[in-house]
């Protein structure tokens, strides 16, 4: 019975703290979210009746009216007085009734309006925010020189967190107090603005970056510059690849969506595109196993040609075994005679102070030679190229640097080590000499 007794008291003690708690209110506050079951929009003053620490509740009510309902600890602003609490509001005027749907999943809240600012939060996709109000923050930029349009926002997730989100990954919209979106202009908008970006990206011819530097010092290789070399988006061959030496992925193409900021994902892939710049790329690739893998591609200057590139360069080298073929035997009183071939063969008989120096001694003294390689910036000006022998006999090739003058014919050795991406960088460190006489 005692404990009965105790058990009545202490309720009616909780009961008379509610009572007082109502007759004497903790202030006003304004709501900061709608409440369309009560058909109240934010903007609205309420008076704060009680504060459940345990439910995170407020019990509120509209003034002159003894309706009283619970909202969520952070759906309103501070009690205070009525003039401190309307002016609280006061700078989320401009945005008043304004949301904001989330178009990408991932979308970070930031603690300042900066794009490498701290993480706050993390949204999902069609995720609702109340916009507050807008702020001066960095630009955010695509690539080194074109700013993304929109402007810093801050917002209040629902949960109560309050950070910064960019305009741009946001369909605004307006409601009124039933919830009902009666303005919702700016999602179009902002809808182009994401196409625009994502099919200039799908659309584009997209090669391996270190296309531009081979390029650039004209440096051809034939085994690392192909036609079928590059990213293809699959927009219009309907196959999602990569293809670079060692490397082949390939997926059917279903489509593209933007999932974070400057980041898209090829459905029902492996593959996602992450845009540096207009003119650049880096495709990540998630492998089964879990591991993952990077790829970089570039765009090239419409007057760039790789299949007459690539033709132009096939014709100098065919050009260059032409004027050997013209001369076809050199002799040396050291090194023997050496005959080449049309057909890309060659004879070699006499180079036994050659083995095993250069050549192994199971070589036979014929096979096939061929421009594999090409020399370095700094090595064209002294040799013509690289002469790329297989004996028959041998299963490693034997390259030698060459040039080819009125005299005759220069032969210098090469080792692995000075060949780097088929580019030779530098002669061996001590290199054997040859000279053959017309």
């Known amino acids: 019975m005692k404990l009965k007794k105790l058990f009545v008291l ?7 703290v509610f009572i007082n708690s109502c007759q004497h209110p903790l202030g006003y506050s304004v709501l900061l979210w709608d409440l369309p079951d009560h058909n109240l929009q934010d903007g609205q003053l309420v008076r704060v009746y009680f504060k459940s620490n345990i439910s995170h509740v407020y019990i509120v009510g509209i003034p002159k009216s003894k309706e009283r309902f619970e909202v969520p600890l952070w759906q309103i602003s501070k009690p205070a007085s009525k003039k401190k609490a309307l002016k609280s509001f006061e700078p989320y005027e401009e945005y008043k009734h304004q949301y904001g749907k989330i178009k990408v999943d991932g979308l970070p809240v930031r603690k300042e309006p900066v794009n490498t600012a701290k993480q706050v939060y993390r949204l999902h996709k069609e995720e609702i925010v109340k916009i507050l109000f807008k702020g001066d923050g960095q630009d955010v930029m695509v690539g080194k020189n074109k700013k993304l349009p929109g402007d810093w926002l801050c917002v209040l997730t629902e949960g109560g967190t309050i950070g910064w989100c960019f305009s741009y990954n946001l369909s605004l919209f307006e409601t009124d107090a039933t ?36 390029l650039k010092d004209k440096l051809i290789d034939l085994e690392s510059i192909k036609l079928n070399y590059g990213f293809d988006t699959g927009i219009t061959s309907g196959k999602v690849q990569v293809n670079i030496p060692g490397k082949f992925h390939s997926a059917n193409y279903a489509g593209a969506e933007k999932i974070r900021d400057n980041t898209y994902a090829l459905t029902g892939t492996l593959f996602q595109i992450v845009v540096r710049n207009k003119n650049t790329i880096v495709v ?119 040039k080819l003058s009125n005299d005759g014919l220069n032969l210098e050795s090469l080792d692995s080590n000075s060949i780097k991406d088929n580019i030779v960088m530098a002669r061996a460190a001590n290199p054997t000499v040859l000279f053959f006489n017309k």
């Open 10 to 16: 202490a309720a009616a003690c909780l009961i008379s």
């Open 179 to 214: 919830g009902a979106i009666v303005k919702g202009e700016v999602e179009e908008t902002q809808s182009t603005n994401e196409d625009t970006i994502l099919n200039q990206i799908l659309e584009a011819k997209w090669y391996p970056d270190y296309y531009a530097r081979l």
């Open 284 to 402: 990540n690739y998630a492998a089964r196993d879990g591991s993952q893998e990077a790829y970089t591609f570039i765009t090239l200057d419409s007057d760039i040609n790789i299949d007459e590139i690539i033709e132009n360069e096939r014709e100098r080298r065919s050009s260059l075994l032409n004027e050997l073929y013209k001369v076809a035997s050199f002799n040396s009183q050291n090194y023997g005679q050496l005959v080449f071939n049309s057909g890309k063969t060659f004879t070699w008989s006499g180079f036994s102070l050659l083995v095993p120096s250069v050549v192994p001694s199971s070589a036979k003294g014929r096979g096939t030679v061929n421009l594999k390689y090409l020399p370095s910036t700094s090595l064209r000006s002294k040799y013509d190229g690289v002469l790329t022998f297989m004996f028959e006999g041998v299963s490693e090739e034997i390259n030698f640097l060459y």
